[in-house]
């Protein structure tokens, strides 16, 4: 290993850092007029960093003696990681002008990006221990983000919850971890599978590894803190937590499913059969009853969580684009969703519920038909995106066999269908005597949204992208 | 020549700014973006067709080359069989180019005037680009499949124009009956694509020939069901019956769409497949033959006893492109010279049917928009009123009757050659047709111009000459019918793409004439004076015949009658009813379990953080249990 490679792969990391260091620096020597350019600062600096990463370097490396790797496929995702928190930024802005957050507008900034920054280290770990400091640097900063507002009650009890879960979550992450190192004697993922043998304590390490990913990607029964976390939470974090946090421990998730627990497949098949029929139908079934748009769209993530874990079922090689594309897609639609959301609450004093949105589409006509656009691809009605995502995942899961499991998950598209409908149905068809007047959204708002509506599109008509994710080597097979 | 896909790019373009900022202009600036992206579209028309005719000219076999300027793989499907998006150019892709951007453009000007004050003059002319991208896409595919997906898109642009006045029952009810009635006939298009695309191993025009050869009847079969889409959008009998209720839409649509462009897409379709239907099909386009033929006879004499001037002038198109089929149908060899002239004849009678019909439908255009009626009754004598529309449409009439010089005469001279060369009988039936053709069309001239005036309504509301935007297109397209015929289009267009010099031959060219001219002189005889007794009392004679004339030979009553009595009470009733109870039972036993144990599980989500921990840290170890049994 020489330095040049270390500036090679891990490039994105590097230029992270910088970005946030920059940002520390901007943010204790500017004056309060500089502050109030804080967040086009960022984005700008944001965009910068995705663009001079956005092609991936060919091969892969590993890097300190294993500890950390690198593969095309990790590049993608980074970078698809960083256009997703580059959306949050966008839309962060007009909610972070109060006046009780004027001052502590860096903080959002710099948080957010510790987080993304420990999901990149997740991403490239090649041994427990780098991977959960990876972990712990995306949660730990994660709590303030969600207790941001913290003079609000509903924000502090989600921070509250969600630092008391996450710890517990950790907790019995790291127990699992310590198993597996007292069976095998290593830490690093190339060394463990000749040493794993399926023995009783290496389920009981690895069900406990399981939950700690599980407690990120909220799967039932690990869930039970997201609907809370995601309503109390400022919006623009609820968007960031349910997507590209998601994003990236589900695609870690597979990767030391297969690449450690090989020889285990049998076991963790068995488990994630249990999990997505759990996590898609409990989730469906508390979805129905909500009033909450976040607290709907929370429950919908989980429901969305099963879908992405039937990608990882059949642990082959198409599993893991149709996973990659799946966040992808999912990332388009959700951020789409909580956008609109944002706008709204932020301009209407804080309207979230179902009925708020009555008759919306006769007032602001783009952002409901963006927001049907988003709703849309989510259920995964064609041709959006969402359709195709969902299809690929589920040709995944049914070329490994799973057929029980991919029949349910197709029944709970149809109740999925059902309860997105309920919000489409309340924007264009239900009269409403006070619809939310018509809002202006602010410039990165616009552009957020521009993104996301062209990623729904976009996605599902043109397979090039699908082609080019397969295309890239994931380092795994 | 790259910029061919500006061809596509613009009008699409068009149609998305319009569609989605159109209420924002004037109605006027509308228009005008509009037909000023569409005269570009023209140009870039005809300079391909410079570039691609003249300008590159024959390769060193002696054809012109066949060009795919730009190409990308859409969807591939498996190793081999992928489907392209792209834009193939040879000599009836570069031909189709030129007349529907001709006509288009005509079309754009004249709505200028023919719609002015409507509501939703945007609408329409966004709706006009989605057309005019869809058809253009349609022609210059590179294989079946691209056709297909602008096919449908044609398909949709037609709904939406028909039904463009949604307020009136009429038209909303034939923009359904085109839809599904073409819909119906694209499943067979569809079917038969697959089943090509599957032996072939391709879904481009020209596959290996040993895959054809090991698919056996297959192929046939394949090309049989593609003509079944081909006759729907075509108008073929029995599918004809969506065209003249298609007339509901305004008048420029149907000039644009239901006379020159679409409906000939079925023509097109074959011509592309010709190929292969000569090669491993004869059997299958010799039967076409027949279909176009019959149609091409119904369709005649039902527009004689037709008083709706638009539904004279949607029959005289079916049968029209009766004679295109007809002409492709009776093809022998795919050598010109024998056998094989049907081919140039079908696409030269395309090519100058197109102007003629189209100039014919603006012209009524501009009668309607005199007499604010359809009907021949309201009309006669306007010959004084409007002398432009009226030398306009005389030209057009004449053209389509078959008389010297008009372009007319020369392909309907080329159609009857190649069908007394392929037998007798064909060719005598087609004159005969012909000679009615000049009939009708004189029965509806003089109806409108001569005949019987009716005062009353004139006297009430002075007909008045359209304006300049509307006469200007009437007068160009009149002038392209005029010296069309001049043109050597067996040079461009031939079987084998050899150059054909077009002769006429004298026995047929007279025979035809003397036709033409029969019809003319009973028509005049009949219909061109004040007092119509000999009409009257022929109609007065056949009574039942004329009143099932009129009525369409009840075919209409006939799908109503399938499809209300047979298929709604024999097929749909039990499906509703199955529909109902079992499907949806079922799916309302899902909803109501659904809601049951979302009730049941409620607890779960208690907000107590402890409560959260049991169940994590419980299920983590409930998976470990379940994990440890199954071992």
């Known amino acids: ?477 | 020549m790259e910029y061919t896909i500006l061809i596509l790019v613009l009008p699409l373009l068009s149609f998305l700014f319009l569609g989605l900022a159109g209420t924002r202009l004037r109605p006027a600036a509308a228009g005008a973006v509009g037909t000023a992206v569409l005269a570009v579209v023209t140009a870039v028309s005809y300079m391909t067709a410079y570039a691609y005719f003249f300008g590159q000219g024959r390769a060193a076999d002696g054809l012109y080359p066949t060009l795919t300027p730009w190409n990308t793989t859409w969807l591939p499907i498996n190793d081999t069989l992928s489907i392209d998006m792209g834009i193939m150019l040879d000599p009836i892709s570069v031909m189709m180019l030129v007349v529907i951007s001709t006509v288009s453009l005509m079309v754009h000007i004249y709505s200028f005037g023919y719609m002015k004050g409507e509501r939703g003059f945007q609408r329409y002319y966004a709706f006009l680009s989605l057309f005019t991208a869809s058809m253009m896409g349609l022609v210059v595919a590179t294989n079946i499949f691209q056709m297909y997906v602008f096919w449908e898109l044609v398909g949709v642009s037609s709904y939406l124009l028909i039904g463009f006045y949604y307020t009136r029952k009429e038209a909303v009810a034939a923009s359904k009956k085109a839809f599904i009635v073409t819909r119906f006939a694209d499943l067979g298009f569809l079917i038969g694509i697959l089943f090509y695309g599957y032996y072939a191993g391709t879904f481009s025009f020209n596959p290996q020939t040993e895959a054809l050869a090991a698919a056996g009847m297959i192929i046939p079969l394949a090309l049989g069901l593609m003509f079944v889409g081909g006759a729907g959008k075509s108008a073929m009998f029995p599918l004809h019956i969506w065209l003249p209720d298609a007339m509901e839409g305004p008048t420029p649509v149907s000039a644009l769409i239901h006379a020159a462009t679409m409906v000939v897409a079925g023509v097109y379709l074959v011509a592309r497949m010709f190929p292969l239907f000569i090669g491993y099909a004869p059997d299958v386009l010799h039967a076409t033959a027949i279909v176009g033929a019959f149609t091409s006879f119904y369709a005649a004499v039902v527009a004689c006893v037709q008083s709706d001037i638009k539904r004279v002038l949607a029959f005289s198109t079916i049968s029209q492109i009766g004679f295109m089929i007809v002409a492709l149908g009776v093809c022998t060899s795919a050598d010109p010279h024998s056998g094989g002239l049907g081919y140039m004849a079908s696409m030269f009678h395309l090519f100058t049917h197109a102007m003629f019909k189209a100039l014919l439908f603006l012209g009524a255009g501009c009668i309607i928009h005199a007499v604010h009626s359809n009907e021949m009754s309201a009309m006669g004598g306007l010959r004084r009123y409007m002398p432009v529309t009226h030398a306009t449409f005389l030209v057009a009439c004449l053209a389509i009757a078959g008389i010297w010089p008009l372009s007319g005469f020369f392909s309907k001279d080329e159609i009857l050659t190649a069908c007394f060369a392929y037998s007798p009988v064909m060719g005598w039936v087609m004159t005969a047709i012909a000679g009615l053709t000049a009939f009708y069309m004189f029965r509806l001239y003089y109806g409108i111009f001569w005949g019987r005036e009716n005062r009353t309504l004139h006297a009430e509301h002075t007909p008045h000459e359209a304006p300049a935007t509307m006469t200007l297109p009437l007068v160009v397209l009149a002038a392209v019918t005029l010296g069309a015929g001049f043109i050597p289009f067996g040079h461009f267009v031939s079987s084998n793409g050899t150059a054909y010099d077009i002769h006429i031959n004298p026995t047929v060219a007279a025979i035809s004439l003397c036709a033409a001219t029969a019809g003319i002189a009973l028509a005049t005889w009949m219909y061109a004076r004040e007092r119509q007794a000999a009409a009257e009392s022929l109609a007065r004679r056949f009574a039942t015949l004329h009143t099932a004339a009129y009525h369409r030979f009840y075919i209409d009553e006939i799908y109503q009658f399938i499809t209300h009595r047979v298929i709604f009470r024999c097929i749909s009733t039990p499906v509703a009813w199955f529909d109902r109870n079992v499907v949806d039972g079922f799916m309302n036993m899902l909803a109501r379990g659904a809601n049951g144990a979302s009730y049941l599980i409620r607890g779960m989500q208690s907000g107590i953080i402890q409560h959260y921990c049991i169940w994590f840290l419980g299920g983590a170890l409930v998976l470990t249990i379940i994990l440890l049994f199954i071992r």
Not at chain 1, 247 to 260: D, E, N, P
Not at chain 1, 275 to 290: K, M, P
Not at chain 1, 359 to 379: E, H, I, Q
């Open chain 1, 1 to 477: 290993m020489n330095y040049t490679d270390i500036l090679i792969y891990m490039r994105h990391e590097i230029s992270l850092m910088a970005v946030i260091i920059v940002l520390f620096v901007y943010d204790l020597a500017a004056g309060s007029r500089g502050r109030s350019r804080f967040s086009a600062v960022t984005c700008v600096l944001l965009l910068l960093h995705t663009l001079v990463n956005i092609i991936p370097v060919h091969g892969t490396a590993q890097l300190f003696g294993g500890m950390f790797v690198y593969a095309p496929l990790h590049s993608a995702l980074k970078s698809m990681l960083s256009v997703g928190a580059l959306i949050v930024c966008l839309q962060a802005d007009t909610w972070l002008r109060r006046d009780d957050t004027e001052h502590k507008r860096g903080e959002f900034y710099i948080l957010t990006l510790s987080t993304l920054l420990g999901m990149y280290f997740m991403i490239g770990a090649g041994n427990f221990l780098l991977f959960f400091i990876g972990l712990e640097l995306a949660s730990i900063p994660m709590a303030c983000l969600v207790a941001f507002d913290k003079y609000k009650r509903y924000s502090a009890e989600a921070g509250a919850k969600y630092i008391l879960t996450a710890l517990f979550s950790s907790g019995l992450m790291l127990y699992g971890i310590s198993f597996l190192y007292g069976t095998t004697g290593t830490l690093y993922f190339d060394d463990m599978p000749a040493r794993i043998d399926g023995s009783p304590l290496q389920i009981l390490a690895m069900v406990f590894f399981f939950s700690g990913l599980g407690f990120k990607i909220s799967l039932v029964p690990f869930h039970l803190w997201t609907a809370d976390t995601y309503q109390g939470a400022p919006t623009a974090v609820t968007a960031y937590l349910s997507v590209v946090s998601k994003g990236a421990a589900a695609f870690v998730l597979m990767a030391i499913l297969v690449k450690v627990f090989g020889p285990m497949v049998k076991q963790w098949q068995t488990m994630l059969e249990i999990v997505i029929v759990f996590s898609i139908t409990v989730a469906n079934l508390f979805a129905l009853r909500q009033k909450d748009l976040k607290r709907f769209l929370a429950f919908s993530s989980i429901s969305q969580a099963g879908y992405i874990m039937l990608a990882v079922i059949g642990g082959s090689a198409i599993g893991m684009t149709s996973l990659v594309f799946y966040v992808l897609v999912y990332m388009a639609a959700n951020l789409a969703a909580f956008g609109v959301i944002a706008v709204v609450e932020q301009h209407s004093g804080g309207k979230v519920s179902m009925e708020d949105y009555n008759g919306f589409y006769r007032t602001n006509p783009k952002l409901a038909v963006v927001m049907m656009l988003a709703l849309f691809s989510l259920a995964g009605i064609p041709p959006f995106a969402g359709f195709f995502s969902k299809f690929f995942v589920f040709s995944a899961a049914f070329r490994g066999g799973f057929h029980a499991v991919v029949f349910i998950a197709l029944i709970n598209t149809v109740i999925a269908l059902y309860y997105y409908l309920l919000v489409v149905k309340a924007m264009f068809i239900t009269p409403n005597n006070e619809p939310i007047p018509a809002l202006r959204s602010d410039l990165g708002a616009k552009i957020a949204l521009a993104l996301c509506t062209a990623g729904i599109l976009a996605l599902g008509l043109t397979s090039c992208i699908f082609e080019g994710i397969n295309a890239l080597p994931s380092g795994i097979w």
